[in-house]
């Protein structure tokens, strides 16, 4: 385990989390300037084109065990450095989720129980979609994710452009997701809002974790099977020195 990249990735998660859901739970509805869906999307596409920038030298800028896992499937991450980065992304999104409450709880309008950015279905679905539905949308739209990961991260990708790929990618998939499920897609960003919504979002958590970590895999694989060059050097990795 390398304790600086983890803790890179705790700190960008940290970042994705506390911004992102931060967004929803203090602008979304503020009266009059609130920034709505488009604004929130922008929020979390924002995150990871910082936090690609700042730290995904350092760690590669997963912030997400779902992208952690279908980086692996798609033979991108060594198996055995999955469980470390997991944990961290998840630790950074648990203590972004705690600074968050502990601001918002300053507003006497503030009230967790009517789910403080947690992601749900069928009741607690924003749109009031099903299970089959919220399941569906999540491992698609997570698979996508993946896809456009590791196409933009291609050592055959235009150089220096992969952060803004993907940060736009995850904008895309929030605003066609939020309506279903408040989006997850990562199951750190979902873990750290639903321990302090409690019950219904702690009950409703274990979809955020199956479905984004299925359709990591399924994205991984896909691209995997079909890139004609799979394992090409990946964007913001010296390639290894030739022999002599």
Avoid at 39 to 67: D, E, K, Q, R
Avoid at 190 to 209: D, E, N
Avoid at 215 to 238: F, K, M, N
């Amino acid at each position: 385990m390398d304790i600086r990249k983890c803790s890179a990735e705790a700190i960008g998660t940290f970042w994705l989390t506390f911004a992102g859901c931060g967004s929803a739970v203090v602008a979304a509805a503020f009266p009059q300037v609130g920034i709505g869906l488009l604004g929130v999307s922008l929020a979390f596409g924002l995150t990871v084109v910082t936090m690609a920038y700042a730290v995904g030298h350092i760690s590669g800028c997963h912030l997400n065990p779902a992208v952690t896992c279908g980086l692996a499937a798609g033979g991108r991450f060594p198996s055995k450095d999955i469980a470390p980065y997991v944990i961290a992304q998840v630790i950074g999104g648990i203590a972004a989720a705690a600074l968050l409450y502990a601001i918002a709880s300053g507003s006497p309008e503030f009230d967790p129980a009517k789910g403080f950015a947690a992601n749900g279905y069928g009741a607690h679905s924003p749109g009031h979609y099903g299970l089959v539905s919220c399941l569906v949308a999540e491992v698609v739209l997570t698979m996508m994710f993946l896809f456009v990961i590791m196409g933009a991260t291609h050592g055959k990708a235009p150089v220096g452009f992969a952060p803004l790929a993907i940060g736009l990618c995850l904008t895309l998939v929030h605003l066609v997701g939020i309506p279903i499920t408040n989006l997850s897609v990562n199951p750190a960003r979902s873990t750290g809002p639903a321990l302090f919504a409690g019950g219904w979002a702690i009950a409703q958590l274990w979809l955020f974790w199956v479905a984004p970590i299925l359709g990591g895999v399924l994205g991984g694989i896909l691209y995997h099977w079909i890139s004609a060059e799979p394992s090409a050097q990946v964007t913001g990795i010296a390639p290894a020195a030739p022999a002599e």
